[in-house]
C-alpha cells in the first residue's frame, strides 16, 4: 500500500482521502456540534438518566405494541446542565430528557406497501401512549441511531433488562415471571456480539414465538440493547429474556 503522504499518490487517492475526512468531519459535527442558539444533544446525558434510541420501523413498532419499556418518565435537567448549554431558548425535542417518537420529515411520501402501512400504526400507536412526536431531519435520526438504519423512526425510551432466573421451571408451570413455563429453552452462553444475539432471538422467535425460553448468562452475555432490538428485527421486545449468574448451576438444577 502507499504510505498516506507519499508522492506517488494519485490524485484520485488524494480525493478519497478528502470525502472520509469530510465524512468524519460531518459526523463528529452532528454527534456534538449544533447551530447557535440550540441545545447540544448529550447522547452520554440521555444514556447516564436511562434512556436509550431504537431505530428502525420492526424495533420501534414492536416497542410500541408491547409497551414493556419507559415511555412516561420526563427528567428535569439540573443547574449545572443548565448553564452548560449557555443558552436561554428552551430544548428542542432531541436534547429533552424526556420519551420520544422522532420522524424523519417527508419520509412518508416515499413509503410504499407494508412500510407505509407500519409508518401509520407507529404513529397511531405513539399517540395512544401519549409518546410527543417530532419531524426532524435525517442528520438528527443519524446522530440518536449511531449512523445506523433507522428507517425514518427513532424512539426515545427507556432500558430493557433481564429478568433474574436462579432455576429453571417444570414445564407447563407457572412463576411469577411467566405464565406457563416453556418445554424448550435455548441457553445462551457467551454470546457477547450484539448482531448474534439479535440473529438467535429473531429465529427463536420465528420458530416458537413465546414457545422457547431464553437464557443467557449475566456475566458474558450482551445486553439488550438498541443494537440487539434491530438484529433480531424487534423480537426482543416482544421476548422475554431471563438470566443467570451461574448458569452451570441453573442448568444443573434443571435436572433434579
Known sequence: PRPRDSPWSSPRDNNFRRRDNDRS????SESSNTPTGSRPINLQALEG???VHLYGLSSVLNALHANRRDLTTVQERTVEEEEDTKTTEPPKPQAQFRPYLFVQERK???????K???AQRVLALAEERNVPIAEVDKGILNTLSGNRP???????CG??????????PLPGTSTA???TAPSLWLVLDEVVDPQNLGALLRSAYFLGQKKIGILVCSKNSAPPTPVVSAASAGALELMT?????????TLNSAKA
Open 177 to 179: 415471571t411467566m405464565d
Open 150 to 156: 433507522h428507517q425514518g423512526f427513532v424512539l426515545r
Open 241 to 249: 429474556i431471563y438470566s443467570t449468574s451461574n448458569l452451570p448451576r
Open 25 to 28: 468531519s460531518r459526523g463528529r
Open 159 to 168: 432500558k430493557l433488562i433481564f429478568e433474574s432466573l436462579s432455576r429453571i
Open 116 to 118: 407505509a402501512t407500519d
Open 108 to 114: 412518508a411520501t416515499t413509503r410504499r406497501g407494508q
Open 49 to 51: 438518566a436511562g434512556f
